[in-house]
């Protein structure tokens, strides 16, 4: 299954695309997560034209509550990761499978000619595998059973 299958899936919820500003505080990210309860925001410059810079995910947040940080005296560029791994609409669930589970990460972006168009979730990937498995596991039980290529149901 493609990635491009999964967000249009998730067109009937949304896509994912919940996004702060670098200079936002912490306290703030941490707001709109709990807002539209979700694990990560994408990180944009409005400085710099208003481009992705990075992803904050609740365990960024969570490891500076750990280090007794204030989350109002910190800002989102302060705790966010630059380097954002993306996979494509053209990319099939195993890439981002095999991406999150390498990187430890539960959020991947999508993008379209370098444009963001979406996010992923492990959930969103678990439950396309998932869906594969069932159509994989019934193919193979009309090849034993006889009845591929038939057209009995």
């Not at 390498?102 to 998932?130: C, F």
């Amino acid at each position: 299954m493609k990635i491009g299958a999964v967000l249009d899936r998730k067109a009937n919820r949304d896509l994912g695309l919940v996004v702060v500003a670098a200079d936002a505080s912490l306290m703030d990210a941490a707001r709109l997560l709990c807002k539209h309860n979700i694990g990560a925001l994408l990180v944009t410059d409005p400085k710099g034209g208003g481009g992705h810079v990075g992803i904050l995910s609740e365990r960024d947040i969570i490891r500076r509550c750990a280090e007794g940080a204030k989350l109002d005296g910190i800002k989102v560029s302060d705790a966010m990761s630059r380097k954002v791994l993306v996979v494509t609409a053209e990319d099939d669930v195993d890439v981002a499978s095999g991406i999150m589970a390498r990187h430890h990460i539960r959020h991947l972006p999508v993008v379209d000619s370098g444009k963001v168009v979406g996010m992923i979730t492990v959930r969103d990937v678990v439950e396309a595998l998932d869906e594969q498995k069932d159509i994989h596991i019934r193919h193979l039980g009309d090849v034993v059973g006889g009845t591929y290529g038939s057209e009995v149901f």
